[in-house]
């Protein structure tokens, strides 16, 4: 293909041009955005013509909390999300393991506050199941698993195969202990997932509890090896750091990916196994608060550490007791270093699910960005969900505010968590239109800005107009399959014009009852996913449609 690609007779989202039908890129740049007159007086015979037939080019989109390792796994692994009860998980375990006799089982994505009996199997269930081999199944958030074999000794007096805490953590260490060849198979298996769902851009949350620092160390090394052919990839690496020293000998310790000491550098832990740390006790576990892994004193060493070092910080926080102990850690270490010097480092927290107006006037003043994680409510909010049951209906209300933190003035940014929900860019749009909360919720195009160009700005990403379509700056985009287009917002009262496209707000696709498919990925120029390119991994163009070229 040329170096000179014409895009056209579609629809292009850019801030240059609402209207604009074309795009000329030139290698790794947007030369111009216009509309189709225009590109029809511009074409000559240098150029690769690409029919959009009615499509969208849009900014690629950034996944700004992703697991790539787990996520490559998952497409590997026993995928349990669809299980409704303990029966369905022990005939799926049943299946793998006569379909592989005697080797050990491993699935992931349960969920039994959706299933109609939430009973657990027991270890005994799940050895017969297996037929005695090893059975390690991660609950849908991670922070728990149903396991067998002889890592569940200690639980066969238990009704259930669950384990939680430092057990879990244990049991997962070796479950997961894959060799490298395994690894690079699953993190590139993940990459190209990632590029074939309209991504060129993710954040990796690596952490000892995870993965580990050897899954980080080959991530790096795959995509030093071909940087063109992957999703940008930029890499956070979870602990703590007491002393500045400490935190730039962490920091030179990875290569040019590095992003900071943050993601899943937990200060609690999940809703769903209840390791969450509240401020009272679960609804449905009187007793119950979760725990609280890190003290104040803790978080703020770590900011004032990293920020003495220039190396952005971050924690991994969801309940309410936990979010006050991050707000009490930046308060704190403002005290030492100074507001204006935490706000240059643009700090971050991952999830905040659970925040209130004290918490939220501690991280603004701190220059906190927030990453949140907007399908979790689709799954798990409104009356009956997981939050309910958990938390009661009162404090469920009260969660994944999005519209509250950017009213706020709180960046705020989107990822999947993937492969705790799945990797699909216009559903975790989609979900800021319908947050369980009125006053969460924000609009397509807040939603989408914040899914492409704040992902590269909250993960320091030095491109110029980096998640933006305007000559001049990077041609990183997607290509989507025709739909039709509007401004969509959560609110009813917005005025009319603001919607028209005259207005001067570039339109998006309908997100209804059935979102776009990606067709092309394209970062800095380089393809990294066509669906007419018969070697693209998972490609179909008997079934998809092609882009036509001529």
Request: proline share 5%; aromatic share 6%.
């Amino acid at each position: 293909m040329s170096s000179l690609v014409m895009y056209r007779n579609g629809s292009v989202y850019s801030p240059a041009d609402p209207l604009a039908t074309a795009m000329l890129v030139d290698g790794g740049t947007v030369a111009w955005i216009g509309q189709e007159a225009a590109a029809a007086a511009l074409i000559d015979d240098r150029m690769t013509v690409v029919d959009l037939d009615g499509g969208l080019v849009a900014p690629a989109f950034f996944d700004s909390h992703v697991h790539l390792t787990e996520v490559g796994a998952s497409l590997e692994q026993l995928d349990l999300r669809t299980a409704r009860s303990a029966e369905e998980v022990l005939g799926a375990v049943r299946a793998a393991s006569e379909q592989a006799p005697g080797e050990a089982v491993l699935g992931f994505g349960w969920d039994e506050t959706l299933w109609d009996e939430p009973r657990l199997p027991s270890v005994g269930e799940l050895e017969a199941a297996a037929a005695g081999a090893e059975v390690y199944l991660a609950r849908v958030d991670v922070h728990s698993a149903l396991v067998a074999g002889p890592q569940a000794d200690g639980l066969r007096s238990t009704a259930t195969a669950h384990v939680t805490g430092d057990a879990h953590r244990s049991i997962r260490d070796r479950a997961t202990d894959y060799d490298d060849a395994t690894r690079r198979r699953y993190l590139r298996a993940a990459l190209g997932h990632f590029a074939r769902n309209g991504y060129a851009g993710v954040a990796e949350m690596a952490a000892p509890q995870i993965s580990g620092r050897r899954d980080a160390e080959l991530l790096q090394e795959l995509v030093a090896a071909d940087p063109a052919a992957y999703p940008l990839v930029r890499i956070y690496w979870a602990e703590l750091a007491a002393t500045a020293a400490d935190a730039e000998a962490l920091a030179e310790g990875f290569g040019p990916y590095f992003a900071g000491l943050g993601g899943d550098l937990n200060i609690d832990g999940s809703i769903g196994s209840r390791t969450a740390a509240l401020r009272s006790d679960y609804s449905d576990a009187p007793g119950e608060r979760g725990t609280l892994l890190l003290s104040p004193e803790q978080i703020s060493a770590h900011v004032v550490a990293c920020t003495r070092a220039g190396v952005q910080a971050g924690f991994h926080v969801i309940g309410d007791a936990g979010a006050d102990a991050a707000a009490e850690g930046f308060r704190r270490a403002a005290a030492v270093v100074g507001e204006d010097a935490l706000q240059r480092l643009g700090h971050r927290l991952e999830h905040a699910e659970m925040v209130d107006d004290d918490v939220i006037a501690a991280l603004l003043a701190s220059g906190v960005t927030v990453s949140l994680q907007p399908a979790f409510d689709a799954l798990w909010g409104g009356p009956g969900g997981l939050y309910a049951s958990r938390l009661g209906p009162e404090r469920s209300l009260s969660m994944n505010e999005a519209g509250r933190f950017l009213a706020a003035g709180i960046p705020v940014c989107l990822g999947s968590d993937a492969p705790v929900t799945v990797v699909d860019p216009w559903a975790g749009v989609k979900a800021c239109l319908n947050l369980s909360t009125e006053s969460a919720r924000i609009s397509a195009r807040a939603a989408f800005l914040a899914h492409t160009r704040s992902g590269y700005r909250a993960a320091g990403v030095d491109i110029p107009f980096g998640g933006q379509l305007v000559p001049g700056g990077e041609a990183t985009f997607a290509v989507w399959s025709p739909s039709e287009m509007m401004v969509q917002t959560p609110d009813t009262r917005v005025a009319s014009w603001s919607t028209d496209a005259r207005a001067g707000t570039p339109l998006l696709p309908v997100l209804e009852n059935e979102f776009p498919r990606c067709l092309r990925t394209v970062r800095a120029g380089e393809v990294l996913f066509a669906v007419d390119d018969p070697s693209a991994p998972d490609a179909n163009p008997a079934s998809r449609p092609s882009l036509g070229t001529d």
